[in-house]
């Protein structure tokens, strides 16, 4: 940690009974706002209750804001920092790779590091190309899938977040109003601007649904099913038993590629991903987030046959692809994740955390469903029995959990407000106790 980060820390590191105001994010927000559209980068941070927040600096499981809060995050930049904010070991490895250099525009012995490591540790991965963010990687995967097969049609499911590329930003929030019958969704693109030839070739179908999918590959012409292999986005819905096996046969069967988007799962659930936990391999993957800890790094891999295409006819580009300051994280990253143990350090707290918030809501009489993984899992207010899909999820009551999130962050615990929660290494029982003591408290308010 820098002086001046310990300095913020030490002002800060009393957690006090007063109820956190964000007065001087708003403010800098606002001014902000004259110039930064919006005052944020990402649609994904606006619009957040009471304001977006501003950060001063980030250490371990918690954030440190200009109002001068320190707050237990579980955000964690939406899923990337697994091993904590800031930790030594990545840090390290790019302070060293900063005194040789940003960006080389040519390749490195760390990239091929990365690509050794990252093939090693995922399944279906015999080669792989990297990239700097999640949606780059589904578009190159997309690519792939079309070029392999000499097929358009691509199958996505409801409620699935595959980034913000106009071809697959369909369905994902789909409402009762919108989202059509459930054995035939409607498409509904998120976006205004969206090119509506860019998804007319993108079919939506209900997930963990196996007959809708074999009945649609069946047809002959489906390029590649893309999924969440577990539900993350929307809830934190597992795959129903079988479902991954009978997607993976179905689309050997019919010549489709399957794609697992891992950008959520991948390195956080398992080193290789959910592919790796649920013994089911695509392929081709994606990767991102927790792949750098934080740094803009994603990546695709999968089978030699198809990712081969990069140098016969398809295109991958990038002028920041394996920046060397970013491959210096990713491989410090992987190798602390490779042998598993850190992710399973983190089952513990992370079930400690998950039966604890569905105690205290019991008691306090919220109904609401607790679901998913220890290293990522989702609390949902309105419904109490688990669900299959997204169909599942929209009965449940958004504006109550908002409210809830909101007395949270009064109380210095910092969570997604569409019910995420996000665990790093860093989450000990110490945080989990104070992270309980707010639940606590909120649910009494909610
Ligand atoms: N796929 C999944 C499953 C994601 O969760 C995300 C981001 N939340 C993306 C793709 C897009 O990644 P990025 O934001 O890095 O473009």
């Known amino acids: 940690m820098t002086v001046d980060a310990q300095n913020t820390r030490d002002r800060r590191n009393s957690r006090t009974e007063e109820e956190a105001v964000f007065d001087a994010s708003k403010r800098q927000i606002a001014h902000s706002a004259q110039w930064l559209a919006g005052g944020v980068s990402s649609n994904f941070r606006y619009g957040i209750t009471p304001t977006p927040l501003v950060f001063e600096c980030a250490d371990g499981a918690y954030l440190y804001d200009i109002d001068g809060n320190e707050l237990i995050d579980y955000y964690l930049a939406m899923g990337p920092m697994i091993l904590g904010h800031n930790p030594e070991v990545v840090r390290r490895a790019v ?152 997607v993976r046969e179905a689309c050997s069967r019919h010549g489709t590629v399957l794609i697992f988007d891992e950008v959520v799962t991948g390195f956080r659930i398992a080193p290789g991903g959910a592919q790796q936990r649920f013994g089911v391999t695509p392929d081709l993957a994606t990767f991102a987030k927790c792949l750098g800890n934080g740094f803009p790094v994603a990546a695709v891999g999968g089978k030699a046959e198809i990712m081969d295409r990069v140098m016969s006819g398809v295109v991958h580009g990038g002028t920041y692809n394996t920046q060397a300051v970013a491959m210096a994280a990713s491989v410090a990253t992987m190798r602390a994740l ?24 019991k008691a306090a009489s919220i109904p609401a469903l607790v679901t998913g993984f220890p290293q990522v899992f989702n609390v949902a207010f309105g419904i109490v029995e688990p669900v299959r899909d997204y169909r599942g999820l929209m009965a449940t009551d958004k504006a109550r959990y908002v409210k809830f999130t909101h007395e949270l962050l009064k109380r210095r615990v910092r969570t997604l407000e569409r019910g995420t929660w996000f665990l790093s290494s860093c989450h000990d029982d110490n945080v989990i106790d104070c992270t309980l003591e707010a639940v606590e408290a909120a649910a009494a308010l909610a």
């Open 95 to 246: 302070l060293e790779q900063l005194e040789r250099g940003i960006l080389y525009g040519g390749q490195s012995r760390l990239e091929a590091e990365a690509a050794e490591l990252f093939c090693h540790l995922v399944p279906c991965a015999e080669r792989v190309r990297f990239a700097a963010s999640g949606s780059e990687v589904v578009q190159l995967a997309l690519r792939l899938a079309r070029a392999a097969t000499a097929r358009k049609v691509v199958v996505k499911f409801e409620g699935h977040y595959h980034g913000w590329i106009d071809s697959v930003l369909v369905s994902v929030a789909a409402t009762a109003e919108n989202a059509g019958p459930a054995a035939a969704p409607h498409r509904n693109p998120a976006s205004l601007g969206q090119d509506t030839d860019a998804w007319r070739n993108t079919e939506v179908l209900s997930w963990n649904d196996l007959g809708s999918v074999e009945r649609r590959l069946a047809q002959g012409d489906v390029a590649a099913v893309l999924m969440e292999p577990a539900m993350c986005n929307s809830g934190a819905i597992m795959p129903a038993a079988g479902y991954l096996e009978g």
């Open 338 to 361: 490779a042998d598993g143990t850190v992710i399973k350090a983190i089952e513990p707290h992370g079930r400690r955390l998950m039966e604890g918030i569905a105690r205290i809501l």
